[in-house]
C-alpha cells in the first residue's frame, strides 16, 4: 500500500481516538457558578449588562455552543462586518446579521461552531428560568433535567463555550436594530486549570472515570467559572467579570440618519406650534 496513504490512515485513527464522538454522552447539568454570595460562595459568577452593574434581565436568550474545529467560539461580527470595520455600518450587512438574528442566531449557519443539542434540548436556554426558579433570577442560568439529555452531534476534544445575549427569543426574532435596542452579548469559553478529556481549560466538566468508555461520559457546564478561577488565583488572564461586552447594533448610514431627520421634522414643527 502507498506509504502516504498509510500515514494518512494513522493520521485519521490517531484523531479519532483523541476526538471521541459526542453520541450518547449525557448532559447533566449547566448553571451559573457562585450564582448568590447568599449561598456561601465567596464571588459573584453571574453576568452583567455591559455597564458591570446591572443584572442580565430575566428571560434573555443563552446558547450553548460547541467548536469543533478548536479555533474557539466565533464571533459574530467577524463574520458579518463583511468590510472588517469593526462594527456593523452598511444597509447589506445589517440586512444579513438581522436575517441571522431573527431565525434564531444558530451559529452553524455561519461558522464551524454548533449548538450543544441533545434529546430533549435544543443548546438553548434563557436567563433565571428554570424550574428551580426560587433560586434563580436576572444573571443566572440554570438547566438541571429530571433525566439527563443524550448528546447526539458532533465530534469534541476541542471547546465548549456559551454565549448570552441582551433580548429574550420573542425580541431576538422581532429585532430589527433600527427601533433604539441595543443587542450586546458575551461569547467565549470558560478558562479554567482542570483537565478532563484531554481539554485543557475549563468550567465545562466531562466526567471520565478510570476504565469508562467515552460513549458513557458524562458532561457538566458551569458559566462563570472563570469568574470563580480570577477570585481564587488573581490571574488577570481570567475575566473578573462576566458581562455582555459586544455589541451587534446596526449602525444607521448618515444617508439613513438624513432620512430619518426629515421624517422626524414635520412632527417637531406641529408639536412646537402646539
Known amino acids: 500500500m502507498n506509504r502516504g496513504i498509510l500515514i494518512g490512515i494513522a493520521a485519521m485513527c490517531a484523531l479519532a481516538w483523541a476526538t471521541p464522538c459526542l453520541a450518547d454522552w449525557m448532559f447533566w447539568t449547566v448553571d451559573t457558578v457562585n450564582p448568590d454570595p447568599r449561598f456561601g460562595w465567596p464571588c459573584d459568577g453571574r453576568i452583567y449588562m455591559p455597564d458591570g452593574v446591572t443584572l442580565v434581565p430575566e428571560g434573555c436568550f443563552v446558547q450553548f455552543v460547541l467548536d469543533t474545529a478548536g479555533d474557539g467560539v466565533d464571533d459574530p461580527l467577524a463574520f458579518f462586518d463583511a468590510d472588517k470595520s469593526g462594527r456593523i455600518d452598511t444597509q447589506a450587512e445589517a440586512a444579513a446579521l438581522q436575517t441571522w438574528v431573527n431565525a434564531g442566531a444558530d451559529p452553524s449557519a455561519f461558522s464551524d461552531d454548533q449548538l450543544l443539542t441533545a434529546s430533549g434540548w435544543n443548546g438553548t436556554s434563557v436567563i433565571g428560568a428554570d424550574w428551580r426558579s426560587w433560586i434563580t433570577g436576572p444573571g443566572e442560568v440554570l438547566i438541571n433535567p429530571a433525566d439527563p439529555f443524550s448528546i447526539t452531534n458532533g465530534d469534541t476534544g476541542q471547546v465548549f463555550g456559551w454565549r448570552a445575549w441582551s433580548l429574550t427569543p420573542g425580541q431576538l426574532v422581532g429585532w430589527t436594530g433600527s427601533l433604539g435596542e441595543s443587542l450586546w452579548y458575551t461569547t467565549g469559553p470558560e478558562l479554567g486549570t482542570y483537565e478532563y478529556a484531554g481539554i485543557p481549560y475549563d468550567g465545562w466538566w ?45 449602525i444607521p448610514e448618515p444617508g439613513t440618519l438624513a432620512l430619518v431627520g426629515v421624517g422626524l421634522a414635520p412632527l417637531v414643527w406641529r408639536w412646537r406650534r402646539k
Do not use: Q
Request: net charge negative; no cysteine; hydrophobic share 35%.
Open 206 to 250: 466531562i466526567g471520565a472515570p478510570d476504565g469508562v468508555p467515552p460513549e458513557a461520559w458524562v458532561f457538566f457546564g458551569t458559566v462563570g467559572f472563570e469568574v470563580y478561577m480570577h477570585y481564587e488565583t488573581g490571574d488577570p488572564m481570567y475575566r473578573s467579570e462576566n458581562r455582555l461586552d459586544h455589541d451587534l447594533t446596526p
